[in-house]
């Protein structure tokens, strides 16, 4: 033994082992502050969380696809009285089945500390009947302005809008809230989209991020005879929240008697979210459009595809390692300015996001493209377009381009002056190479 192990001897290290220590150096804090000081144990918490089970046999759920209203009701009553009586939490628990209800149930129950846990994406599924028109699963008052809720969670689950059978837009998810958790779920359906989180933080929070794994939204498909927009993701909040492995897909979208179509969008509320893994695919007129509003989003093993006009659009202070874009290669003439990367956009840009936080027409700057490909555009589309460079981006792109006309497909617009550029397609034997002046 050696040091102060050998100097206190085999009782004393281990006596010394068995306890927590502290050190403290804050003007007063103790007499020697280099003396290890015990930490006080841990006094219990009293905890009064409850389980309630929508499959217990009071509420008489079947699970069967046939109406369920009255359990779901029922159930959803209990969690709120639950916790309106001063339960600390509530486990809201979704056997396997598929739970259907109607228009006499607010399905509102992400409150503080409520967990709502499914057996599994796929098993346990919550769908809205026709007609039923509102939002199938929002935070607690969400409809009357209520909120901002925190601290709950949703996991293996999925929740069907059913946005084809009603007749206004609809969302699967709505929420207004922060710091919470995502996991394993599956949003389906949904008319105006998938999921919606929206929270602007005043500074008064402490723990603000939300956490989203495992996420698939699929099939948001807006409403037909309708020009109202869908989304796979609209989120205006909370800021700096995490993303990992989620899929946005939708092939009923942007069909001729239909709105525009997103895969993720970012706006006002939103700032500085980190995402990895994250697959968007399908019938997008923008697969990723990151707003100056939310101050950039950081991407890493990304990849967008088939997006009619952009598969991403970045606005400043963003960074993306690794991933791709694919094209269609115009898609038989029917996608034919499809644009793998796109530094900023023109305003007025056709089917641009118009809602409320999100910015039409906008420059890019300082935005890192690291490690990268684009592939599969064919002019008057282009793997990159810089048409609205505002300058200060460092951009590394591998590209393959298709068509006669490879060096319109490689990029679109001129980089400015003071743009880091180099896109090599070793296949058509073309390179833009820019590189700033040494100093």
């Known amino acids: 033994m050696k040091g102060a192990a050998a100097t206190i001897g085999v009782a004393g290290a281990a006596a010394f082992a068995g306890s927590e220590t502290v050190f403290r150096n804050e003007p007063n804090a103790v007499s020697n502050p280099l ?18 089970d929508l499959g217990a046999a009071k509420y008489g759920a079947r699970g069967d696809g046939s109406d369920d209203s009255i359990a779901l009701k029922a159930w959803r009553d209990d969690i ?12 809201a628990t979704v056997p396997i089945g598929v739970f259907t209800f109607g228009p006499s149930v607010t399905l509102d ?33 969400y409809a009357t302005q209520e909120g901002p809720t925190s601290g709950f969670s949703i996991s293996d689950i999925t929740i069907d809008g059913n946005g084809a059978q009603q007749s206004t837009a609809t969302w699967c998810c709505r929420i207004r809230g922060f710091n919470y958790d995502i996991a ?20 008064v929070t402490k723990y603000s991020e939300a956490r989203i794994h495992g996420l ?28 990992s492995d989620v899929t946005l897909s939708t092939l009923a979208a942007a069909q001729p008697d239909r709105g525009s179509s997103y895969g993720f969008v970012q706006g006002k509320g939103a700032s500085g979210e980190y995402v990895a893994n994250l697959h968007v695919w399908g019938r997008h007129h923008y697969g990723i459009w990151a707003d100056p509003v939310a101050n950039g989003v950081h991407l890493v093993n990304v990849v967008a595809e088939g997006a009619f006009m952009a598969n991403a659009v970045l606005g400043s202070h ?9 094209g269609t290669e115009g898609n038989n003439g029917q996608q034919p300015q499809e644009v793998g990367i796109s530094l900023g ?11 409320p936080g999100t910015t039409d027409g906008f420059l890019c700057t300082n935005t890192i493209v690291q490690a990268a490909r684009s592939w599969k555009f064919a002019a008057p589309g282009a793997c990159v377009d810089f048409s609205h460079s505002g300058g200060g981006n460092l951009l590394t792109v591998l590209c393959a381009t298709e068509g006669s006309n490879a060096r319109d497909a490689l990029y679109r617009g001129v980089p400015r002056p003071d743009d880091e550029v180099y896109l090599a397609d070793p296949n058509a034997n073309l390179r833009l190479i820019q590189r700033l002046a040494s100093t």
Do not use: M
């Not at 003396?35 to 309630?52: C, E, F, G, N, Y």
């Open 35 to 52: 003396t290890p000081q015990p930490v006080a144990p841990l006094k219990p918490v009293a905890r009064s969380a409850t389980q309630i």
């Open 109 to 141: 129950i992400l409150a503080d500390n409520v967990h709502l846990q499914g057996d599994s994406r796929g098993g346990s599924i919550l769908r809205q009947l026709p007609q039923r028109n509102s939002d199938a699963l929002t935070t607690r008052g």
């Open 216 to 243: 698939g939204c699929h099939e948001y498909l807006g409403v037909p005879g309708s020009q109202e927009p869908t989304y796979g993701i609209l989120w205006a909040g909370p800021h700096d929240s995490q993303f």
């Open 184 to 203: 394993n779920v599956d949003l389906l359906n949904g008319g105006a989209g998938a999921l919606s989180s929206e929270f602007i933080d005043t500074g």
């Open 80 to 91: 709120l009285a639950t916790l309106d009586a001063g339960a600390s939490g509530v486990y």
């Open 318 to 326: 963003c960074s993306w390692a690794g991933g791709e874009t694919f």
């Open 345 to 355: 956009i023109a305003t007025g840009a056709p089917h641009v996001p118009v809602g």
